[in-house]
């Protein structure tokens, strides 16, 4: 069922992760997204899967929800990884037939692209899992609040996607029903060539679009009825403050920086 | 007192083509502060317009509405007005803004700019009163819609207003939740001293009301309390409206003769007085 | 032969998974033809479950669903066609309109069927009657119908397959008292006309005293009681231990017994109560009288 991704799901806690700074957590993961970029060899690498158990341990998640955040991604990694195989031809060769050719070096490129992918993902759902969704976009309007200077409207921006990930289950849930009661009416969506089954989903997705302009009105009457106008002198009831060990990630996370810029260049590149 | 007061109400859409079609004619009601009123209607009664008057969604296009020292149409006290009238809506799923209980009940408060420290002790204090303390941190979309309807409740009452409309609260519960939304309305009432104004079609919800209002084409057509307007058991049929099961009883067999009085409203009220004529028959 | 029957039905949801849960659990049952069964339960004892899985929409983990003596997932090609002949209407069916007009919304199903044009026409009409729905709005956009003029269509959209079961999921819910009165007559003339099976799916107890002749009350996967209306209505005081609501007529009757009075037969609705208390009040009028 749709209704069962976890992708953006909120586990609630009260692990360091959880209570570090959405502001400086927002800062650290997006580094280090960056920074998973960064290395071209195994100890650069290294150093960052380090970095992101640090982050899985701080989390206290079980490793079980973390590892079921990859299902979504597990196709993607296995194509990149077969393709690797198959096209990079260096180092010794492990086993050939016809123009196929594995080698050492393909394997080793597989085994790093796919690890980065791997490193990628857990990263950003462990963002997700330990922030909720209303303080994600509230660091998010806060780290954003320089560009009102050029007449950008961070509040209704943050706004816009606090409401978006309210309804994102809901949503799902009501596609679900709204396919099952189609399929009761015979309608087809599995079989016929690509033309019939877009057009097999037409009596999905107009019900849903109603559906969603219905919503968005009714949600619109109740934030006016709960005196919501706009960003202007409203209040936040949690506040945010740096502590003393938010300090510490953010330098952990400049030194991991520096570490791996160093590894890229005093070590050869593992890749090719 | 008075807290809520519509005087010759009436109000209709603009509705350039057609001639404008009345939602509204002339309704005249008070609320006293601490009082739970029922608006009994069928659907297209008026019932939810009015309703809606009360926080100064809708304006009227006749008359005037009052909300305490305030009239709806006096735009500097338009936030005065939704404060004081707390709404909650038909539909548990569409009023919820955000993903967490605790953030979504702090919406109202941070929107008025209330204090940080003090918007999380009225959050504590909304959430304990309808009984979600404990689901504080959970995950808006995952509970039952009773528990939906009960945050929303805490919503509007983190505001800290006076009163109460409740537009069909019920309406999309299972029994269950209805069960529970109508015994935290009550509870409010009575403990808190909360004034409710309830709009409902069932007739079960507006027998636990003080006074019961019923609206039919835009008209306030009878108004009592609710042995007053249930044991009327014509006119409710009149304007399509269930009659409590034991008021129909009743009614029924006093058609047929038997004497019984025409007030009766519950189960053991009618057990009473159907015992008492059974036992002098024998 | 029953119309439809279920051997030991069984839904499990999330097997082997820590979320694993068994929604419907080991149900045997049987409907005749003509029947119309009030199914009543609490949110969770498995209604919603047990129905996806008489039209082939859900797939039973364990256990059959025969129709006309047929398993339905025997040939898992045929199930669309198991689908039309056993009707399925949604909870708040009006949610998923979406044609242009209340016409090509209703005539769907049938469309799918692949009927031919004409046989199609004269189902959408037939089935728009059923709902007296004024034919002057088979034209219009279901979007500019009022909330019972909706449903109405939705449910004409399921009659228009004309299925030998028809299956409705709460189809009074959220309509006031004129709009559901409405609703249960057209289900019941529906029944009548086409000698069709009809199991409804309700929260209130009153809707289903008031039109099944058979109930079958679920609860936590499993059948609690299925018999005629009035077997179990008489069992008043079980269907309250299960938490759900009687009649207040019946709790009345209970009420009377308790006292001592020697109530005889059931009511679970009003015109019931009053012929069963009749002879009993009038005694006294008459005595009186002499």
Redo the contacts between chains.
Sequence with gaps: MLSELTIGQFFPGRSPLHRMDPRVKLVVIFTYIVLIFVPQNWLGLGLGLAFLLTGVLLSQLPVRLILRSLRPILFIVLITSVLNILYIDSGTVLLQWGWLKITTGGISNAVFIALRIVALIVGSSLLTYTTSPTTLTDAMERLMSPLRVIRINVHEIAMMMTIALRFIPTLMEETDKIMSAQKARGADLESGNLLQRVRALVPILIPLLVSSFRRAADLATAMECRCYHGGDGRTRMKQLHVRRSDVCYLLATAALLAAMILCNLLLPSALI | MELLKAQHVSFQYENPEEQPLPVLSDVSLTIRRGEFVAILG???SGKSTLAKHF?A?LLPTGGAVWVEEWQTTDEAHV?DV??TV??V?Q?P????????V??DV???????????SE??VR?NEALRLVDMLPYR?????KL?GGQKQRV?IA??LA?HPDCLVLDEPT??L???GRREVMDTIRRLNRENGMTVVLIT?YMEEAALADRVVVMEEGRIVQEGTPREVFSQVEPLRAV???V???T??CY??RR????LPADVLT??E??EA??A?????? | MSILETRDLTMTYGIKTPFEKTAVCGIDLTFEKGDLVGIIGHTGSGKSTLMQMLNGLLKPTAGQVLLDGTDIWADPKNIRSVRFRVGLVFQYPEHQLFEETCYRDIAFGPKNMGLSEEEIDTRVRVAASYVDLDPELLQKSPFDLSGGEKRRVAIAGVLAMRPEILILDEPTAGLDPKGRDTILNQIRAYRDENDATVLLVSHSMEDVARIADKVLVLDHGQVAMYDTTEAVFSRAEELSSLGLSVPAVTRIFMGLRAKGLPVGGNAYTVEQAVSALLPHLRKGGDADAV
């Design positions: 069928h659907n297209g926080n969604m936030f939704r404060r707390g709404m809506l539909n799923d569409n009023q919820l803004v955000s993903t967490i605790q953030e702090a919406f109202g408060p941070e929107n008025l700019g209330v204090e940080p918007i999380a959050v941190d959970h995950a808006a979309h039952s929303a919503g509007a505001m309406a999309m299972d029994p269950k079609h399509q409206l269930d409590p099961q034991p129909e009883l029924e067999l047929q003769g038997v004497s189960v053991e009618a057990v159907l015992a004529v059974w036992e002098g028959a024998v």
